[in-house]
């Protein structure tokens, strides 16, 4: 008899479409009706589980199968979605983790060696408020309270009145942080978001950790001047030197295999009959090795200064935002492998470029792990987001594999 049935985990994907999409995606926003909806439904799956659920201080909610040992296997995901949605992101990890709780369960009649708990975090898209990551953040330890206090939605808001309303306490969010005491190891599942593993030909990835990212906004200070009076070679045009940076962040990209993106840029004054005296552009790099990230950030600042110098330019930065690379815990990234060659045959091995509530837990100190399934498109975050339902159903086999031999590893 087979225990897991990965097209049990593709029906339930189905049905929770059924229940919280509407023709434009998912639409399982944090904190809103639809949501409280989906996990609902999520409980009721549970019924016939000798599991026990609650939701911590923070709103998230997790379910137990106690095992032998109170030291445990985590599995998470995230339930919510942002606006017109794919049917995948986030809610892929959990109904695959129920599956393993259901194949758990049968196969050690009820008693693991070692607890196997499943995490469904709170608000991992930051739709409603702008922070990505709440809920694993505020487990971690890591969530910038005086930051997150005055967030606001678009309707004004604030985060701290809209978790009222569910039950959780702002200020005690931190507190959540006690769940993750018997933390032996944590593994999540992810559709990709992005084509790395569909130009591969591949359906499943092992994935090395998630990038660091270094976001900068980058000012050249010129000079306005008419544009019908200025002789070409008597301007200080601050766009020019803008638009060479645009050009030069694919060089430094190259050079150090990461990504660079030039995401906005505005002048001033901004009218047709002038010289740009200001250009504002932001850049955002990320790399998952740090001292890579390091120097394509270097060369950008060299490059900004060796064109501000030849347009007769003032150069000035400013740190948006900055966070390190998080690795994943090498053992689990071998274990991951073996998981889906053993599945598939093949596996590559891959950075995540988005961040995910997995590298909060890594941060924390827990061994981590993730894999990645194909991304029909590439693309995520939009209703368009799909993959084949054989690889949804390989990605279960495989993630479930991940599973019984991370319980093994535990010690
Ligand atoms: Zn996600």
């Not at 991304?375 to 987001?385: P, V």
């Amino acid at each position: 008899m087979t225990l897991l049935a990965p097209k049990r985990t593709v029906a339930d994907l189905k049905e929770l479409r059924n229940l919280t999409s509407d023709e434009n995606g998912a639409q399982r926003i944090a904190f809103t009706e639809k949501w409280l909806l989906a996990r609902g439904w999520f409980r009721d799956k549970l019924k016939d589980l000798p599991v026990e659920t609650h939701t911590d201080v923070a709103g998230n909610s997790w379910t137990t199968l106690h095992g032998k040992s109170e030291r445990a296997l985590l599995i998470g995901g995230h339930i919510d979605s942002v606006p017109n949605g794919g049917w995948l992101d986030g809610c892929l990890n959990l109904l695959a983790g129920l599956e393993i709780l259901r194949r758990v369960n049968s196969q050690y009649g009820g008693q693991p060696p070692f607890t196997v708990r499943l995490v469904d975090w709170a608000d991992e898209e930051g739709a409603r408020f702008g922070k990505s990551l709440f809920g694993s953040s505020a487990c971690s330890g890591t969530l910038n309270m005086d930051e997150a206090r005055v967030l606001r939605d678009k309707d004004g808001i604030e985060l701290p009145q809209a978790l009222k309303k569910i039950g959780v306490d702002f200020e005690k969010v931190k507190e959540s942080g006690t769940e993750l005491k018997n933390a032996a190891a944590y593994i999540e599942l992810h559709i990709e978001q992005g084509p790395v593993l569909l130009d591969l030909g591949l359906p499943l990835g092992a994935v090395l950790g998630t990038f660091g990212v270094e976001r900068h906004a980058i000012t050249f200070h010129g000079q306005a001047a008419h544009s019908g009076s200025t002789p070409m070679n008597r301007r200080k045009d601050a766009f020019l030197a803008a638009a060479k940076m645009g050009a030069e962040i694919y060089p430094i990209a190259a050079r150090n295999r990461g990504v660079c993106t030039i995401g906005s840029c505005s002048t001033k004054p901004g009218i047709v009959t002038s010289v740009v005296e200001e250009c504002r552009i932001t850049l955002d790099q990320r790399q998952l090795d740090s001292s890579a990230l390091a120097s394509m950030l270097r060369e950008a600042k060299e490059a900004s200064e060796r064109f501000g110098s030849e347009g007769n330019l003032k150069v000035s930065w400013d740190r948006l935002w900055q966070i390190e690379p998080v690795l994943f815990n090498r053992d689990l990234i071998g274990l991951c492998e073996e998981a889906i060659t053993e599945t598939y045959g093949k596996c590559h091995r891959l950075p995540s470029g988005p961040l995910h509530d997995a590298a909060e837990v890594a941060r924390a100190g827990v061994p981590t792990v993730m894999m990645f399934v194909q991304s029909l498109h590439g693309i995520s975050h939009n209703k368009i987001e799909d993959t084949k339902e054989e690889h949804l159903e390989l990605c279960v086999e495989a993630f479930d594999k991940l599973a019984e031999k991370a319980l093994r590893w535990i010690k």
